[in-house]
């Protein structure tokens, strides 16, 4: 079984919700992801997003493009993040999801990409400029492993693209909260419990929701509706305020990735 | 040609963007399909070309440049003789008109020479929709007088300082607006780039370019053209020159920026050096490196410093429609004087590319040759006073 769906049915099981940590793989190298993932792992994150630099992250805000172009500066490359994860996997069993533009996965080669990371040792890929309609490929290639393929819905997706997107999503479906592009937020939109509603009554599979989450209070807000809250930007601007003092960078993010797990407990 | 349902050239277009904006490029199918079937559209859209925009350009026979080169006869397509100085401007009516019909009440859009920039702002403010136009800082201070063109218009200019501070950064940033303020916002990309439907749009809004070009040959008894040339940012001067010829024997010769020297690795050859990626919403040819990072392009012209190209180029690329040639920053330099002392017309930085190649366009006399005269070189002043 995947260990996506594990942890879910686990979650499941304890009637509690998934607390998802995106960092940026290599930012500011790769030791440091790694201590990050199996320290986010020993305080009780559900699953880690590893993000994939790309030179372009049209979707991302200006904490994580910083971040990319900290990993791409330190000589990242995919490669070297598969490498990371067949480490990590002889350490812990924690699911980790890729995440990277679509470029970087084209690139490499759709079959190559897939088979390398479900070997590496990752569970599955998201990718949010890649629509359903796209992916027939990488959907064909990902089903035969079982590796898992998470669409993004939007506020301004229809009840028809929502009905594609969970239909063609395995392990979970990630709803973005927000109209815009990733970073920490202050407020958030006052919507966002209907729309997830929307989606879970056309699917059963578990919805995430992610984009301008910032403080644990959102996190507990939000972990009523859905089945697990996705805070990135907010985890990575603790890391920058901190470098280039690493252990301490490293340290800080830890503690703050701790009060927010509490959010979902 | 049309693109595929899911807006495909070939293998190349589609849509790859971020879910949010899936609605608006629905919604911007629909209105664009709706206003090619309309006559009140095309009514509108013709009387801004004609009494706003000046069209129809001349179609100039180069008499001139035409003995001092020795082979065909050339004629210049003069879209320099555009209202604002380019040809930019026939896709920004026609998009700001469908903005109007999606009640969107702000645009914005990216530039890198500024022409796309200033023919934004022009639409803005003869429509009264708001307008911010993102811009590189490089070309910010190397396309001055167009930024100044733009602010006079009641444009924001949005300096970009990320990545190569130059066209393609201006795009992410401008891609980045456009996710945040979709429910409010057009987004009118100015080349045949992005996702479906643009390639496909704005190519028909510049085709006004060949289909005059058709016409005119024919008012004046001339044969119709051997060889059209034009030349290669995004591509879309050079499409609309292309497009209305597609079926005919003309041959396409597509020219894009050498930079420093094509083997440098400082060029902005897309078609002739990338290889086959997605950026800014499409597959297509793409410079980048080994692990699919986006090179910086470079060209001395603003217009065509941009490592990705439309989509159709490729498709022409690969099913050898087009020719794809390229030309170094040097080369441009000595056909913007060449022109300007021979015709007595100075052309943009990007135009000056396709006309050093007619130096190496081997043709025969009674053969005919129409270059697309995209812009004028006014704007490009700053920038060359230092090395001609």
């Known amino acids: 079984m995947n260990r996506i769906d594990k942890r879910f049915r686990d979650i499941k099981e304890k009637k509690g919700k998934a607390f998802i940590a995106y960092i940026c793989a290599g930012d500011p190298d790769i030791s440091a992801t790694e201590k990050l993932v199996l320290e986010f792992d020993r305080i009780g994150v559900d699953i880690v997003e590893l993000g994939i630099p790309f030179s372009d992250p049209l979707a ?34 924690i699911p980790i999801v890729l995440m990277g533009y679509y470029n970087s996965v084209y690139n490499y080669g ?59 999503s395995t392990g979970f479906i990630y709803y973005v909260s927000l109209a815009g592009v990733t970073g920490a937020r202050a407020a958030l939109p006052t919507h966002i419990s209907e729309h997830i509603r929307t989606i879970k ?36 601007n603790r890391i920058e305020k901190s470098l280039p003092d690493r252990p301490k960078a490293i340290r800080d993010a830890v503690i703050f990735v701790k009060n927010m797990v509490r959010g979902v407990r | ?40 559209f095309k009514r509108e859209l013709d009387y801004y070309l004609k009494q706003y925009a000046g069209r129809p350009t001349p179609l100039y026979f180069a008499r001139n440049l035409t003995r001092f080169l020795g082979g065909a006869r050339i004629y210049l397509k003069r879209e320099d003789l555009c209202h604002t100085g380019a040809h930019k401007i026939n896709n920004t009516l026609g998009q700001a008109l469908l903005a109007l019909k999606m009640k969107k009440p702000r645009i914005i859009a990216e530039t ?3 022409q ?36 006079l218009l009641g444009a924001r200019v949005i300096p970009v300082s990320t990545g190569s501070r130059t066209l393609k950064d201006a795009t992410n940033e401008a891609l980045r607006d456009w996710v945040t303020n979709v429910r409010t916002t057009h987004y009118i990309i100015g080349s045949v780039v992005g996702p479906h439907p643009y390639p496909a749009m704005v190519r028909d809004f510049q085709s006004v370019i060949g289909k005059e070009t058709k016409y005119q040959l024919k008012a004046i008894k001339e044969k119709q053209p051997d060889y059209l040339v034009a030349c290669v940012g995004g591509g879309s001067n050079s499409i609309g020159l292309f497009h209305p010829y597609f079926k005919s024997k003309a041959k396409f010769i597509g020219v894009e920026a050498a930079g420093h020297g094509i083997r440098t690795g400082k060029h902005a050859a897309a078609l002739l050096m990338g290889r086959v990626g997605v950026l800014h919403g499409s597959k297509s040819y793409l410079l980048q490196d080994g692990d699919g990072q986006v090179k910086i392009a470079h060209s001395i012209s603003a217009g065509l410093d941009y490592p990705g190209v439309g989509p159709e180029h490729s498709f ?73």
């Open chain 1, 201 to 236: 009554h056309l699917s059963s599979k578990p919805v995430c929701v992610g984009f301008g989450i910032s403080t644990p209070e959102q996190v507990k807000r939000l972990s009523h509706y859905c089945d697990g809250v996705i805070v990135g930007s907010a985890i990575i």
């Open chain 2, 116 to 151: 796309h920039g200033v023919a934004t702002a022009t639409v803005g403010a003869l429509f009264g929709l708001e307008c911010d136009v993102y811009m590189g800082e490089e070309d910010i201070e190397r396309q001055s007088l167009n930024v100044f063109r733009m602010k």
């Open chain 2, 1 to 40: 040609m049309r693109p595929d349902k899911r807006g495909y050239f070939g293998i190349f277009g589609g849509k790859y963007v971020p879910e949010i904006l899936m609605a608006a490029l629905g919604e911007l199918e629909i209105e664009y399909e709706k206003a090619k079937k309309s006559k009140s």
């Open chain 1, 110 to 168: 759709i079959v190559r990409f897939i088979k390398g990371a479900k070997a590496s040792g990752a569970d599955g890929i998201i990718i949010p400029d890649l629509i359903p309609e796209e992916a027939d490929e990488l959907i064909f290639v990902a089903r035969q492993c079982d590796f898992k393929t998470i669409f993004l819905a939007a506020p301004t997706s229809t009840r028809k693209r929502i009905k594609l997107i969970a239909q063609k």
């Open chain 2, 112 to 114: 890198g020479a500024g």
């Open chain 1, 60 to 93: 991302d805000g200006p904490t994580i493009q910083k971040a990319s172009q900290r990993a791409l500066e330190g000589g990242v490359t995919l490669g070297k993040i598969f490498s990371l994860i067949s480490s990590l996997r002889k350490k812990t069993d």
């Open chain 2, 316 to 388: 022409y690329k690969d099913n050898k429609r087009a020719r794809y040639v390229s030309v170094t920053d040097k080369e441009a330099l000595e056909a913007m004087k060449l022109l300007s002392e021979t015709e007595g017309i100075i052309p943009a930085l990007e135009t000056a590319h396709a006309i050093s190649y007619l130096n190496k366009l081997r043709t025969k006399k009674g053969q005919v040759v129409v270059l697309c005269l995209s812009g004028r070189g006014d704007k490009d002043i700053d920038i060359i006073k230092g090395i001609i």
